[in-house]
């Protein structure tokens, strides 16, 4: 069955940057997109950007570039996130979604998030 | 960037009730569209994709409907599972925005 398993919470002081994963398994990881998705607590969802782990080609939500990077490794089917010069807007929970281009674009199968807190 | 007009905000009704969530566009998205339901603490799960199909092992009683601008959710007979927020996100053009949420309580 498709999963994607990500990292655990991290707790990270501001200025600093925290990379997170997301591991696919279940399907042929290179066949689909690896989307990122951002929610505040008690906030509504916002798209970070995704790749094709196939191409390694990425797309940003203009708002998230120069914060967040995106990257795959194919040897180990492993999506990461790298989110830099952290404040405290950066305090969210963070999902990956797995896109199906065959079902108009819709992100299928998500992640349980990884929780990050940017504190001091 | 297109923008994604959800309505209402939020919603309070009982079990058994019909219930329709609409989203509108900014623009012209041509049935790319997206509803996900979200519950309390959990990650989001696809409901619907291209308007109106029902992903896998959603039940009936939910439906999607819309064209162009103008797109709706409908949860007939509502049950005690269907509680929860709710999103719709369009897939024309990145970024690919969502809708402000929909958040059904029980009356």
């Known amino acids: 069955q498709v999963q994607l398993q990500q990292s655990g919470p991290e707790l990270v002081k501001p200025g600093a940057s925290v990379k997170m994963s997301c591991k696919a398994s279940g399907y042929t990881f290179t066949d689909y997109v690896i989307s990122w998705v951002k929610q505040r607590t008690g906030q509504g969802l916002e798209w970070i950007g995704e790749?094709?782990?196939?191409?390694?080609?990425?797309y940003y939500n203009e708002k998230f570039k120069g914060k967040a990077t995106l990257t795959a490794d194919k040897s180990s089917n492993t999506a990461y996130m790298q989110l830099s010069s952290l404040t405290s807007e950066d305090s969210a929970v963070y999902f990956c979604?797995?896109?199906?281009?065959?079902?108009?674009?819709?992100?299928?199968?998500w992640g349980q998030g990884t929780s990050v807190t940017v504190s001091s | 960037d297109i923008q994604m007009t959800q309505s209402p905000a939020s919603l309070s009704v009982s079990v058994g009730e019909t219930v329709t969530i609409t989203c509108r566009a900014s623009?012209?998205?041509?049935?790319?569209l997206a509803w996900y339901q979200q519950k309390q603490g959990k990650s989001p799960q696809l409901l619907v994709y291209a308007a109106t199909n029902l992903a896998d092992g959603v039940p009936s009683r939910f439906s999607g409907s819309g064209s162009g601008t103008q797109y709706s959710l409908k949860i007939n007979s509502l049950q005690s599972e269907d509680f929860g927020s709710y999103y719709c996100?369009?897939?024309?053009?990145?970024?690919?925005?969502f809708g402000g949420g929909t958040k059904l309580e029980i009356k």
């Open positions: 996100q369009h897939f024309w053009g990145t970024p690919w925005t």
């Open positions: 623009e012209n998205i041509y049935s790319n």
């Open positions: 790749i094709y782990p196939g191409s390694g080609s990425t």
């Open positions: 979604a797995r896109r199906q281009l065959g079902l108009r674009g819709a992100m299928d199968y």
